[in-house]
C-alpha cells in the first residue's frame, strides 16, 4: 500500500451514504474554530508565512492568531466598523492578510478579497459595486488604490489601512500601529452574534464572460469546507498543507483557511512576488516537510521538468490539483518521479469541492472523480432530468429538500442572474460534464464554451488536453470559430515553447496530433500561434474575446457571420 493511502481508510459509498450537515443556528469561524483550536493546542502552529526567497519564515499558533485577530476586531470597532460593513482587503501572501480576515469574520464584517494583479479600474469597480467603507491593502499595492481614491465614484470608502508601510502616507493608517494600540481581548458577548445565514464574504466571479458578479457566501460556508479538507485534501490535526493561490482568489479560503483550521492542520503559505520559480517551490517542499499539496496543472507541468528526484519529498502524502482539468500525461510523469498520485478535484467560487478523486478510490486520469459528501450532484439536461451514463449536460447540485452550507446565497444585487442559476430544487453550475458506467464524472467545458461544429458539439478542453501533450505547445486555448460551409469550426490559439517556430507544417503537425489522440472531427482546423492570451485577474482564459476576435476576422471577408 502507497505512503499516501495509508492516512485515512474509509469507505467512499459508506461515508456518502451516512454523511449528515451540522449547521447551528449561530456558528462563527473565527470563535468556534480558531479561538477553539486556541483553547485547546495554544502553541500549536497554526501558519507558517514563508518569503519570495523560501529562507525565512514567520510562524504564528493558534493562540497568537486568536490575540492578533481580536486585535484587529477592536480596531474596527475603535473606528466605527461593524457588521454588514463591507471591506476590500488587497493584500499579498503575508500574514496579516489572515489577521484581517479573523478580525473581520469575528465581528460579521464582510472581506472582500481580492487579487493582487487587480488593477486601478478593477479596484475602483469592486468598491463601487459592493459600496464597500473600507480598504486594507499593503505598500505595493496602494498606490493603485491612490490612482482611484481622489475619484468621484469611491464615495463609499472612508477607512484607508496600510500593512508594511514603508514611510507615513497621507490619508492612510499605519495597520503596525493600529495593532500595538488594540487589546488583544475580545468579549464575544460584548458584540452582535453572527447567525450561519448572515452574509460572511463577497467573491467576484473572473469575469470570463462579461462584468465579474458578486458571490455572496454566509457564515455556514467553512463549514462546506469540511469535506474539502476532511476527504478532499485528506487532512488531519498533525499535517501541513500547502496550496499555492493567491490571496484574492476563492482557492485560498479553499485551501489554506477554512476547512483546514477546521480540522486543525498547519498551514504554509509562500509569498510568491516575482516569476514562479519550479526550483524554490520543490525546495519549500522539502524544507518544510508539507504533508499535503495542491496547486493548478500550470505548476505541476513547471515543476516535472526540474530535477524532482534530488529534492527528499518523503513527508509529501497526498498530491492535489484544482482550477483546470488535469492532462494525463502531467499526471503520470509526477507519479513517475515522486510515486504520488495527482488527485483532482471540482468546484466553483460559487461552492465548495463537489466533485473529487479520493485517496480510498481508484482514479481514472482526466475525470474529476465521484461527488464528494454531502452533495448531491448530478449531470442534467434543460428540465432538471437526470441524463444516461455517457450524456452529456450540465453539472447540477440538488439544494432541496437540504440546501448544502458550501453553497453561495445568491449573485449579490443581480436578482436575474440569481434567479438563471436556480430551477426546481437544482443549482446549475454552467459546466458541462457526462457520467461513466462506475459513476465518474468527465468534465466537457462551460455551458458557454462548448462548441457545436457540424452536427458534433466539442468541449475545448479535450481538445485543449490533446495539444498541450504536443512538446512545442506551452498554451493552448479552443473556441468555435465562424466557418462558410459548416456553420462554426474548432479553432486554436496557441503559446509555443522556446525552440518552436511557427509555421505551416507545424500547424499541420499539431492537426494530425489532435486527430490521433482524440476522434478526428474534433481537430482545429484554423490555428493561430500568438504571443499571449487573454486572461482574467485570477489568470483564467477569457474566450469570450478570442471568440470576439474570430469573428471580428471572418467578418473582413463576408457581410455576415453564418449563425
Known sequence: MSKEHEHNMYDYEKVREEFKWDVPEYYNFGFDEVDERANETPDKVALISVDDSGENAQKHTFQELKDLSNRFANVLREKGISKGDRAMILVHRI????????????????????????????????????????????????????????????????????????????????????????????????IEKTKSDDPLLIYFTSGTTGQPKMVLHSHSY?????????????????????????????????GKLFGQWIVGATIVQQNITGRFDPKKTLKVLQDYSITSFCVPPTIYKMMINEDVESYDLSSLRHCLSAGEPLNPDVINKWEEYTGLRIYDYYGQTETVALVANYPTMEVKAGSMGKPTPGHDVEIIDDDQNILPVGEEGHIGLKV?????????????????????????????????????????FWFVGRSDDVIKASGYR?????????????????????????????????????????????????KKELQNHVKEVTAPYKYPRQVEFVEELPKTISGKIRRTELREDAEEKYLKDHDSLPY
Open 95 to 190: 500574514p496579516e492578510w489572515y489577521v484581517a480576515v479573523l478580525g473581520m469574520v469575528k465581528l460579521g464584517v464582510i472581506p472582500i478579497p481580492t487579487p493582487n494583479l487587480a488593477v486601478p479600474e478593477d479596484i475602483r469597480y469592486r468598491v463601487n459595486r459592493s459600496e464597500a467603507n473600507t480598504i486594507i491593502t499593503d505598500w505595493s499595492n496602494h498606490e493603485k488604490v491612490d490612482k482611484v481614491r481622489d475619484e468621484e465614484g469611491l464615495k463609499s470608502l472612508e477607512n484607508f489601512i496600510l500593512i508594511d508601510s514603508e514611510e507615513e502616507k497621507e490619508g492612510w493608517d499605519d495597520y503596525q500601529e493600529l495593532i500595538e494600540k488594540a487589546s488583544p481581548e475580545l468579549d464575544r458577548d460584548e
Open 222 to 254: 467553512p463549514i462546506g469546507h469540511t469535506v474539502t479538507a476532511k476527504y478532499v485534501q485528506d487532512l488531519r490535526r498533525d499535517d501541513t498543507n500547502w496550496t499555492i493561490a493567491d490571496n484574492g482568489w476563492a482557492k485560498a479560503v479553499w
Open 400 to 440: 432541496e429538500p437540504e440546501r448544502p452550507p458550501g453553497l453561495f446565497e445568491e449573485y449579490w444585487k443581480d436578482e436575474d442572474k440569481t434567479g438563471s442559476v436556480f430551477e426546481n430544487g437544482w443549482y446549475y453550475t454552467g459546466d458541462k460534464a457526462y457520467k461513466d458506467e462506475d459513476g465518474y
Open 458 to 506: 466539442i468541449g475545448p478542453f479535450e481538445v485543449e488536453s490533446a495539444l498541450q501533450e504536443h512538446p512545442a505547445v506551452q498554451e493552448p486555448a479552443v473556441i468555435g470559430a465562424p466557418d462558410e460551409i459548416r456553420g462554426k469550426i474548432v479553432k486554436a490559439y496557441i503559446i509555443l515553447n522556446e525552440g518552436y517556430e511557427p509555421s505551416d507544417e507545424l
